[in-house]
């Protein structure tokens, strides 16, 4: 990196913010021995992690597609495909939206409304953490009315992650819920968003922000305040696993994110993910996380490297 211009470095250094959240690879490794460590406790005392965790509320839950957007046709052909394969909840995030034209952002909400119908569930994920992100509150609040009119079920990071009295604004005047929290680490980060209602929904990354023991905490906070606790899940199949357990625990949590496409997802399962004939996903109710990794695909995804004794 010291070859690179400062400019570059700086570059970088912001696309690792979002990617690793704000406590970094430190955190990222916390979370993945904590969530190890949940796996072995419930296959020694022969529970489901979310038993654990205080009691399995539901036995399945909906997965809603995460994608990232398009133009609006190569989208909305994306759309129909996903469900197609059983989806009825979708969220597009990022692309072009909020970078172009508020006719574009139009087109595309149309494009995706038109694409999954009536009855499913669309969410809207601006990407505010785009380290280039130059959006503010009153391109939200206009944005917000428009997807409103689309029946969105919840705005996403509409503005950057560190402004929280606009955020704060933004929940209180917008017609559709507002929900945000990917980049940040540990409940200490949390806290002061929940104290000041500046979400409706809080969506932690489990492989982000220390675990499934931090997690429990910021959703039990975000029970105090009002607040839906949706995880976050751009990830792999290990934190699919450890959200369903987690929305088994929590009686509000109805969705988990599920990224579309991606083999760490989708390969490195010894069973993979099957949506029923209701477009729901069932909560594994073996020992611990219910996940049994696939050996070869974990080998063919970290170059060979013997992670698993």
Known sequence: ENALEPERVSEKLHQNTFWLGRGGSVTHTISGIDIALWDILGKAT????????????????????SLLMQEPGPLADHLRALRSQG??????????????????DEAIVRAARDAVGPDSRLMVDAG???AFWKQGYKWALRTAHMLAAFDVAWFEEPLKPDALPDYVQLRRSSPVPIAGGEVLTRRQSFQPWLEAGALDIVQPDVTKVGGISEERRIAWMAQEH???FIPHGWNTAVGVAADLQLASAFAETDLVEYLTGSPYVDEIAAVPWQLDADGLL???????????LDRDAVAKYTCGAKLLL
Do not use: C, E, T
Not at 93 to 99: K, L, Q, S, T, V
Not at 282 to 292: E, M, R, T, V, Y
């Open 226 to 228: 009002g607040i839906r």
């Open 282 to 292: 069932a909560i594994p109710d073996q020992p611990g996380l219910g996940l049994d």
């Open 128 to 130: 505010g953490s785009d």
């Open 87 to 104: 989806f009825r909840a979708f969220k597009i995030g990022w692309g072009p939206f909020g970078r172009h034209s508020a006719a574009l």
């Open 46 to 65: 022969g529970q489901p992690v979310g038993r654990l965790l205080g009691g399995r509320y539901r036995d399945r839950v909906q997965p809603y597609a």
